[in-house]
């Protein structure tokens, strides 16, 4: 069965520091892996997906993850991180069953400080 | 492009009351998720459907909770009767249906049970 795991649910940067969120999955089947991020009083937002074309994914805002099936992680990366960064994270594996069902991480919380 | 709709934004209601909250999906969309989220127990999964048929409803959490997809543009997720425990914020997401295509979210129904 598929499970993701997102080491960390608080993770606090400086502005302009290296932002480094962590996820490891387990899947049987070859997988598709998501970040979401959720900024307060919304939804979820799709900021990148790996579906096997590229090791090295890229996103919106600046942020991109690379696929290490050696180490079954997908770490999220942003070089460089803005105050607007501050939000929830969430790192999902697709289930693999009929309708695109997502299991997700619990998140983890960015804080960055100024 | 419209995303997915959610209605009521927020819903502020007595105990014992009926609560309807309802989902039009993205236009193409074929399968529909309904998920909860707590400060405590995180994103849960309520039920899903494909092609309007409820695949998976093993989220749900008791007989109060009940979901329709009566055609492929409208959902709605019902609890009666309301208790305070069920105060959350309701989410609902909409996919092509691929595991590959990844969970499009609507804004949420802030649900608060006094």
């Known amino acids: 069965a598929q499970s993701v795991t997102q080491l960390g649910s608080h993770v606090s940067v400086s502005e302009g520091a290296l932002v480094l969120l962590r996820c490891n999955y387990s899947s049987s089947v070859p997988p598709y892996l998501f970040w979401y991020v959720q900024y307060p009083n919304q939804g979820l937002q799709l900021l990148l997906k790996y579906t096997s074309a590229a090791t090295l994914v890229k996103g919106i805002n600046g942020f991109e993850a690379e696929f290490k099936k050696s180490e079954t992680s997908f770490h999220l990366t942003k070089p460089s991180a803005h105050m607007s960064d501050a939000a929830e994270y969430f790192c999902a594996v697709s289930e693999g069953s009929q309708g695109g069902k997502l299991i997700f991480g619990q998140g983890t919380e960015l804080s960055v400080k100024p | 492009d419209a995303g997915v709709i959610q209605s009521p934004r927020h819903e502020v209601t007595e105990m014992g009351q009926e609560v309807t909250l309802r989902c039009k999906p993205i236009?193409?969309?074929?399968?529909l998720f309904w998920y909860r989220q707590t400060m405590m127990r995180g994103l849960e999964l309520l039920i899903y459907?494909?092609?309007?048929?409820?695949?998976?409803d093993s989220g749900m959490p008791e007989d109060r909770f009940s979901a329709k997809m009566p055609n492929a543009s409208f959902s709605t997720l019902k609890i009666q009767p309301s208790e305070p425990r069920d105060s959350a914020v309701y989410f609902c997401a909409s996919s092509p249906g691929t595991s590959g295509g990844g969970l499009f979210f609507g804004e949420g129904s802030r649900l608060t049970v006094l």
């Open positions: 459907f494909n092609n309007n048929v409820p695949i998976d």
């Open positions: 236009s193409g969309h074929n399968s």
